[in-house]
């Protein structure tokens, strides 16, 4: 059965230990070297980025995110271990691990890291398709030539090269399509390398939980299991035309998956659509002062997000929902493109105005859209605000500063609400 050791790459027959170098971490299987299809997921990406930076806070419980107001961004295995998630108000978070040490989040760090990353897995392949920050598809198909080595044992390069130039660790999932390749990233973390095989994929979906597919929300979960679908097997009961008249589109696609099919290709040059930052509120809120808060410190994120993406976008958007989940949305269109968190809060803070009275609200969240390259963003002055061309001015010198001096070097009050 083909293998390789994890810690020094040498590839082998079945063992339980290498012996080059005598590490227990040898990965074999069946099919090991003939599938291409990889997700690779960092683990705790945030929180492992804050520890690399600091060594005093190895051993101890980390939370990236907000103050009590705030949710968790991401937490590290310790946190999670006392039952943090992401997304959780962060009051709750701080009952389950009150010893835990809170950190602002510091994106222009967490971006740069990730493009350090993504030069390596350029190096593997040229088909590299980014999920986020953290993760990504990659298709090694064809590159065993060009490498010396299956896909499998240069996946290994890749995280062992993670771990020793950048101090940082990642989950591998590899499998014959992209659906089975993420569900796989996830099946041992941290520092996974799990492998599903096409003669294996029946056996293994079989007794597994529908909530694997990625997409499978709280609200989808309730509708399958009020048609009674639990698991895989549950789905492949159904005909393909019952699916589709039950749950419309997605029900041709829960056919295929329930049948472990996914035909999507690894794509390198799928377009950024849109950039958008949301949080779901651990009790319903009509507060203007927190909802304004809230929404200062997204349209923050999403600028954040958008300069180091090199993107600025003609459309604000605005999405709220209401303690009965109807969703609200408005939009408005920009004059010019904009990545300036001044220009995105304003906007949507006038599309909030117009709808504010209708809350408690349970969600918030705020994106730009109609995306464009930054070089065709805020172009013009705005001839209504005199001074807007001022405030990017401010805007522009604090991301300097704060690039230069840490993201605490200048703080909006706003953000502090």
């Known amino acids: 059965m083909p293998g390789f050791c994890r810690d020094c790459l040498t590839q082998i027959d079945r063992a339980r230990r290498c012996p080059s170098c005598g590490s227990p971490r040898v990965l074999s299987h069946p099919e090991l070297f003939d599938l291409s299809i990889a997700h690779m997921d960092c683990d705790a990406f945030y929180a492992s980025v804050e520890k690399r930076d600091n060594p005093e806070l190895a051993d101890k419980p980390v939370i990236i995110g907000g103050g009590r107001r705030g949710v968790v961004s991401t937490a590290c295995y310790v946190a999670r271990i006392r039952g943090v998630r992401s997304a959780m108000p962060m009051f709750k978070a701080l009952e389950l691990c009150p010893d835990a040490v809170v950190i602002k989040p510091r994106g222009a760090v967490y971006a740069e890291v990730s493009k350090q990353i993504r030069a390596m897995m350029d190096e593997l392949t040229p088909v590299v398709e980014p999920l986020s920050l953290d993760e990504a598809f990659m298709d090694l198909s064809g590159t065993a030539k060009l490498h010396g080595a299956p896909p499998a044992v240069m996946l290994g390069r890749l995280v ?16 014959h399509n992209k659906f089975l390749a993420k569900v796989a990233s996830d099946l041992d973390k941290p520092r996974g390398f799990s492998v599903i095989g096409k003669a294996e994929t029946a056996d293994f979906l079989s007794d597994k939980p529908v909530r694997l597919i990625w997409g499978i929300g709280p609200a989808a979960q309730e509708s399958l299991e009020r048609a009674g679908i639990r698991t895989f097997t549950d789905l492949l009961r159904w005909e393909q035309e019952a699916l589709v008249a039950r749950f419309g589109s997605m029900g041709a696609r829960l056919w295929h998956l329930a049948r472990g099919e996914d035909r999507r290709r690894v794509s390198s040059h799928e377009p950024v659509k849109s950039i958008s930052n949301e949080t779901t509120f651990y009790e319903d809120t009509g507060d203007p002062d927190i909802l304004d808060g809230h929404l200062w410190r997204m349209a923050e994120k999403v600028s954040d997000r958008a300069k180091a993406k090199g993107l600025a976008g003609r459309v604000v958007t605005l999405k709220l929902k209401k303690a009965n989940h109807r969703i609200l949305t408005r939009r408005v269109s920009l004059r010019d493109a904009t990545q300036m968190a001044d220009t995105i809060y304003r906007r949507a803070r006038g599309l909030f105005d117009q709808v504010g ?9 705020c994106g730009l859209s109609d995306l464009c390259p930054e070089a065709q963003a805020d172009m013009s002055g705005d001839l209504l605000d005199p001074n807007a061309s001022r405030r990017a001015g401010a805007e522009r010198a604090a991301d300097a500063i704060r690039a230069r001096f840490g993201p605490d070097a200048i703080l909006k009050g706003r953000s502090l609400r």
């Open 160 to 175: 062992k090269r993670m771990k020793d130039e950048l101090g940082l660790t990642g989950s591998i999932g590899l499998s």
């Open 357 to 365: 009275d209708e809350g408690p609200f349970r969600l918030l969240g």
